[in-house]
């Protein structure tokens, strides 16, 4: 069955520190996967997707994601957190015949100054 | 550009009453999303529009849920009867192409007391 886990609910982290948010997924075939993320009162912003070709994929507001085929991953990385990165992030996977999109449950993204 | 607007933001209801939650998608998006998120559980499917068609509804919990796209553009989605277990956030998204990452609205909070 297809899935998505983001094992990690919460991360705290500090104001200029690196950042790894974790996602596993379970799926068939050649996934499509993206990262959406949540900032309070708002809807889910697309923060980048990986379909095919180079597996480091570069989004917005600096985050990248890479997707390691053998780990059955696609963590997302940002070198340096700004307070406003403060939010919920989904990991999430799609492609198949039902063009469905999957989600894990979320990580919520804490920010110390 | 207009994102995908949903109305209204918030909605509080008594059980059994019947509440309509309205989704304008972005202008020319023939693919149409609904998903709802129950708190603390994962952002679920529930069904996708092509155009005016419901391609897949298989993610609709009962039928106590009715989803229209009349003429293919707005979408509402209908719960009547509501039941406690209906509370959560229902999100809207819209694509061009399925599976290119859709963007989503910000949301109807649905609180059945």
Known sequence: AQSVTQPDIHITVSEGASLELRCNYSYGATPYLFWYVQSPGQGLQLLLKYFSGD?????????????????????????????????????????GRD?????GK???LHILP | EAGVTQFPSHS?????QTVTLRCDPISGHDNLY?????MGKEI??????????K???????????????????????????????????YFCASSQEPLSGAFFGQGTRLTVV
């Not at chain 2, 509080?12 to 059994?16: A, P, Q, R, S, Y």
């Not at chain 2, 919990?61 to 796209?69: D, M, Q, S």
């Open chain 1, 106 to 108: 979320g990580t919520r």
């Open chain 1, 99 to 103: 063009d469905k999109i999957i989600f």
């Open chain 2, 12 to 16: 509080v209801i008594e059980k059994g």
């Open chain 1, 55 to 95: 597996t480091l994929v570069q989004g917005i507001k600096g985050f990248e994601a890479e997707f390691k085929r053998s780990q059955s991953s696609f963590n997302l990385r940002k070198p340096s957190v700004h307070w406003s990165d403060a939010a919920e992030y989904f990991c999430a996977v799609g492609g």
């Open chain 2, 44 to 53: 679920k499917f529930l069904l996708h529009f092509v155009k005016e068609s």
């Open chain 2, 55 to 89: 391609q897949d509804e298989s993610g609709m919990p009962n039928n106590r849920f009715l989803a229209e796209r009349t003429g293919g553009t707005y979408s509402t989605l209908k719960v009547q009867p509501a039941e406690l277990e209906d509370s959560g956030v």
């Open chain 2, 34 to 38: 609904w998903y709802r998120r129950v």
